[in-house]
């Protein structure tokens, strides 16, 4: 059973930080990881995709790495701003299992 | 021109009432699904359909029915709701199953009293 952990559970940094999240995942038989950000009341917004045969994703500031072997995944934010403030999520999605199993969340705060 | 949308956004009801959240998806997907997020902001899969097949009911209460009339629409009805119900509900859509980037709605918070 895939067991999904992302630490820390809550960041706070000033603006113009860079940050690291980090995702970890029991099962390494994913078809791929996704990261997430969920504002408060809102729905999910899908960031990036990385599949099981890529390294890393990247999309402006924002940069995914994957390790499969070890279980590993980061989301690298560069120049943080206050509006990158949301909760953070990554999933994988395990072969065989056709569902997608979410991690328990950063909540970040950028402060100006 | 959302790409997911739910109805309604917020439902409060009284134990013992049957319910339902409406979906619909205007991106052409195959796949729709059904996810709980509970109070302390747990994300968990209910359903997935594709092409109008139930793919995955992962062990919800039969008091769950998810129904889908076609590609674009996936609703889920409640029946006999219990306190353990209140939650937020998203509904979400890819275009095919287990590969693709999933799209969700902006959720359905359900409270029961």
């Known amino acids: 059973k895939q067991e999904v952990t992302q630490i820390p559970a809550a960041l706070s940094v000033p603006e113009g930080e860079n940050l690291v999240l980090n995702c970890s995942f029991t099962?390494?038989?994913?078809?791929?990881l996704q990261w997430f950000r969920q504002d408060p009341g809102k729905g999910l917004t899908s960031l990036l995709l990385?599949?099981?045969?890529?390294r890393e994703q990247t999309s402006g500031r924002l940069n995914a790495s994957l390790d499969k072997s070890s279980g590993r995944s980061t989301l690298y934010i560069a120049a943080s701003q206050p509006g990158d403030s949301a909760t953070y999520l990554c999933?994988?999605?395990?072969?065989?299992?056709?569902?997608?199993?979410f991690g328990t969340g950063t909540r970040l705060l950028v402060s100006p | 021109d959302t790409a997911v949308s739910q109805t309604p956004k917020y439902l409060v009801t009284q134990m013992g009432n049957d319910k339902s959240i409406k979906c619909e998806q205007n991106?052409?997907?195959?796949?729709m699904y059904w996810y709980k997020q509970d109070s302390k902001k747990f994300l968990k899969i209910m359903f997935s359909?594709?092409?109008?097949?139930?793919?995955i009911n992962e062990t919800v209460p039969n008091r769950f029915s998810p129904k889908s009339p076609d590609k674009a629409h996936l609703n889920l009805h409640i029946n006999s709701l219990e306190l353990g119900d209140s939650a937020v509900y998203f509904c979400?859509?890819?275009?095919?199953?287990?590969?693709?980037?999933?799209?969700f709605g902006p959720g359905t918070r359900l409270t029961v009293l």
């Open positions: 979400a859509s890819s275009l095919m199953l287990n590969t693709d980037t999933q799209y």
């Open positions: 099962d390494s038989a994913i078809y791929n």
């Open positions: 990385i599949q099981s045969s890529q």
């Open positions: 999933a994988t999605m395990n072969t065989g299992f056709q569902k997608l199993v």
């Open positions: 991106l052409g997907h195959d796949t």
């Open positions: 359909y594709n092409n109008k097949e139930l793919i």
